[in-house]
């Protein structure tokens, strides 16, 4: 059955939107005001209030000073947690950290900063995003922490969430305070891989399988001076024994001949499989240490190996047929 509410609720929603949107623009860095925060009491802070009334009716009526005493002592904690529950969220600045690409249907990394602005603690904080929620978070002793949270991804290409909800309930319990945040940062989101079989003609026969690709370990390359945190496997220990310099060895890979993934050479006829298959043998040839291309209707990436140039054709896979500075494809 349809829903006659729905134009309203609709309206209603867009008017919504468009209110918080003028009070919290989207931006890198935002910080917690009095323009970006909201108080509300909670359902025990409702049953506070009206304990404390019926305390208060209750000591009129019997003109019991004791029972008036406490009536107005509650009253007088509520109005204290208001100040106190406010100050927690308010001077909180979220600060847009960096994202981690996701294969679509999988998890993107979202990294979110919180920083102090005084010497102010912020405490017992959750975030509310995309139906996901993060655990407990305290920004005390500390004036930047990092906190991470994943979100689901259903297209790929670039993915933008929508407004997080952070919010807290300390140090009472009787009211929360909340802010709705836009911050400005997407990831991108990959093709989802899908197995199967290349038909195209890829071996263009351009090299005789014996280029050097930077990643790999099948050859000697040359020594270099030692790094703190490189492997000991790798160090040159008969020249330490004559010179009693730490040098590390370098190897590098072996490459096949040069392939090419071509837009016609996957059995699909729907766009999105094709991209999916196509991103498949990618991630297939990048870890064989092929040198590849990659043809697309709109574009050619030249051949080459490596992780750099994996990520540049899945890059390209992602935004295939989109605006590359917009949102999704």
């Given at each position: 059955?349809?829903?006659?509410?729905?134009?309203?609720?609709d309206k209603y929603q867009a008017?919504?939107?468009?209110?918080?949107?003028?009070?919290?623009?989207?931006?890198?860095?935002?910080?917690?005001?009095?323009?970006?925060?909201?108080?509300?009491?909670?359902?025990?802070?409702?049953?506070?209030?009206?304990?404390?009334?019926?305390?208060?009716?209750?000591?009129?009526?019997?003109?019991?000073?004791?029972?008036?005493?406490?009536?107005?002592?509650?009253?007088?904690?509520?109005?204290?947690?208001?100040?106190?529950?406010?100050?927690?969220?308010?001077?909180?600045?979220?600060?847009?950290?960096?994202?981690?690409?996701?294969?679509?249907?999988?998890?993107?990394?979202?990294?979110?900063?919180?920083?102090?602005?005084?010497?102010?603690?912020?405490?017992?904080?959750?975030?509310?995003?995309?139906?996901?929620?993060?655990?407990?978070v305290d920004v005390v002793d500390?004036?930047?922490?990092?906190?991470?949270?994943?979100?689901?991804?259903?297209?790929?290409?670039?993915?933008?969430?929508?407004?997080?909800?952070?919010?807290?309930?300390?140090?009472?319990?009787?009211?929360?305070?909340?802010?709705?945040?836009?911050?400005?940062?997407?990831?991108?989101?990959?093709?989802?891989?899908?197995?199967?079989?290349?038909?195209?003609?890829?071996?263009?026969?351009?090299?005789?399988?014996?280029?050097?690709?930077?990643?790999?370990?099948?050859?000697?390359?040359?020594?270099?001076?030692?790094?703190?945190?490189?492997?000991?496997?790798?160090?040159?220990?008969?020249?330490?024994?004559?010179?009693?310099?730490?040098?590390?060895?370098?190897?590098?890979?072996?490459?096949?001949?040069?392939?090419?993934?071509?837009?016609?050479?996957?059995?699909?006829?729907?766009?999105?499989?094709?991209?999916?298959?196509?991103?498949?043998?990618?991630?297939?040839?990048?870890?064989?240490?092929?040198?590849?291309?990659?043809?697309?209707?709109?574009?050619?990436?030249?051949?080459?190996?490596?992780?750099?140039?994996?990520?540049?054709?899945?890059?390209?896979?992602?935004?295939?047929?989109?605006?590359?500075?917009?949102?999704?494809?």
């Amino acid at each position: 059955m349809m829903d006659v509410f729905a134009p309203i609720k609709d309206k209603y929603q867009a008017a919504w939107r468009r209110w918080v949107q003028r009070r919290s623009p989207i931006a890198k860095r935002v910080e917690l005001n009095q323009r970006r925060v909201f108080i509300f009491p909670t359902r025990y802070g409702f049953f506070f209030l009206l304990t404390s009334f019926l305390l208060f009716v209750g000591g009129v009526n019997y003109e019991n000073s004791l029972i008036l005493n406490l009536s107005f002592f509650l009253i007088s904690l509520f109005l204290v947690a208001i100040l106190h529950t406010f100050k927690n969220l308010a001077g909180l600045v979220l600060v847009a950290e960096g994202t981690k690409p996701a294969f679509k249907g999988q998890d993107a990394l979202f990294q979110i900063g919180m920083e102090r602005t005084s010497k102010r603690n912020h405490e017992s904080l959750t975030i509310s995003w995309e139906g996901r929620q993060s655990e407990l978070v305290d920004v005390v002793d500390v004036t930047h922490q990092n906190i991470e949270i994943s979100l689901c991804t259903y297209k790929r290409g670039w993915f933008q969430p929508q407004r997080l909800k952070i919010q807290s309930t300390f140090p009472l319990g009787l009211l929360r305070t909340w802010s709705w945040v836009q911050l400005d940062f997407t990831a991108l989101v990959y093709p989802m891989p899908v197995q199967c079989e290349y038909i195209g003609t890829d071996n263009q026969g351009a090299t005789d399988g014996k280029k050097k690709v930077p990643t790999g370990q099948d050859d000697f390359d040359y020594l270099r001076q030692y790094q703190l945190g490189e492997s000991l496997k790798n160090i040159a220990w008969k020249k330490y024994a004559n010179s009693q310099k730490l040098l590390s060895k370098v190897f590098h890979g072996i490459a096949s001949d040069t392939f090419w993934l071509r837009w016609g050479g996957v059995p699909a006829s729907d766009v999105e499989l094709r991209l999916s298959m196509l991103c498949y043998w990618v991630i297939t040839y990048s870890k064989e240490n092929r040198e590849f291309g990659l043809s697309l209707p709109t574009m050619d990436i030249p051949p080459a190996a490596g992780k750099d140039h994996e990520m540049a054709c899945l890059r390209a896979l992602a935004l295939y047929g989109s605006d590359k500075t917009g949102v999704d494809a």
